[in-house]
């Protein structure tokens, strides 16, 4: 399991290739509060059932709220046999805010 910190994460959100996401794996009413622009949101119970979907992109960037649910997400997703996962697994949206970096609504 590949993790990456939230400082990398934002240094890659811009200048990201279409062949990579960046995915959102909190609650759609958390999305909605505010997210990494250009993000994707799978709440982390569901993201199973995007595998094959999400076996397309070269990497697929995981964060939540604090790293929890990237655990889960990334171990759900690893058992359907993905290998282009990388997650913050320190860390989330808060913090992503709380340091000033864009948020999209």
Known sequence: MKT???EELFARSK???KNELILDVR???EYAEGHVPGSRNISHEGVGAHA???RGFSTVYIYCRSGGRVQMA???LAAHGLTNLAGVV???MPN???SGWP???
């Open 90 to 92: 320190s860390g989330g």
């Open 27 to 29: 609650t759609p009413e």
């Open 4 to 6: 990456l910190t939230l």
């Open 96 to 98: 992503w805010a709380a």
């Open 74 to 76: 990334m171990a759900e």
């Open 103 to 105: 948020v999209e609504k």
């Open 52 to 54: 094959d979907e999400l």
């Open 15 to 17: 200048s990201l290739p």
